[in-house]
C-alpha cells in the first residue's frame, strides 16, 4: 500500500527555517520523481518544489526560489524540504506526492506556521 508520511512542520517565525522529511512506502521510490505541495487556508493546492528520480533535476515555484530546497535519499525513502527565510504567505500545510501518477489519498500533510 502506498503511503507518504509528512513531518517537521511547526510554529516559526518569519525569516526562519524548518526542514520537513517525507517518508514514502509501498513503492519503488527510485522510479518516480517526487514533489511537496502545499495548501493555504481557503486555496487550492499547489506544487511547490519537484525533484527527478535520480534527483539531479530539481524545479521551483518562483515564490520560494532561492529559499527552498528540495532533496531526496532514495536508500531511506525519503524526500526533504529545506525551508530558510520563511515568510507569511509560505503558512500552509504541506504535503507530498509521486509523479507522474499522483496518488490518492493524500498522507495527512504537515502544518507550517509562520507568525510573530
Known amino acids: 500500500q502506498v503511503e507518504f508520511v509528512e513531518s517537521g512542520g511547526g510554529l516559526v517565525q518569519p525569516g526562519g527555517s524548518l526542514r520537513l522529511s517525507c517518508a514514502a512506502s509501498?513503492?519503488?521510490?527510485?522510479?518516480?520523481?517526487l514533489r511537496w505541495y502545499r495548501q493555504a487556508p481557503k486555496k487550492e493546492r499547489e506544487v511547490v518544489a519537484e525533484i527527478t528520480s535520480t534527483g539531479r533535476t530539481t524545479n521551483y515555484d518562483d515564490s520560494v526560489k532561492g529559499r527552498f530546497t528540495i532533496s531526496r535519499d532514495n536508500a531511506k525513502n525519503t524526500v526533504y524540504l529545506q525551508m530558510n527565510d520563511l515568510k507569511y504567505e509560505d503558512t500552509a500545510i504541506y504535503y507530498c506526492?509521486?509523479?507522474?501518477?499522483?496518488?490518492?489519498?493524500w498522507g495527512q500533510g504537515t502544518q507550517v506556521t509562520v507568525s510573530s
Open positions: 509501498g513503492f519503488t521510490i527510485s522510479a518516480y520523481g
Open positions: 506526492n509521486r509523479y507522474p501518477g499522483t496518488y490518492e489519498p
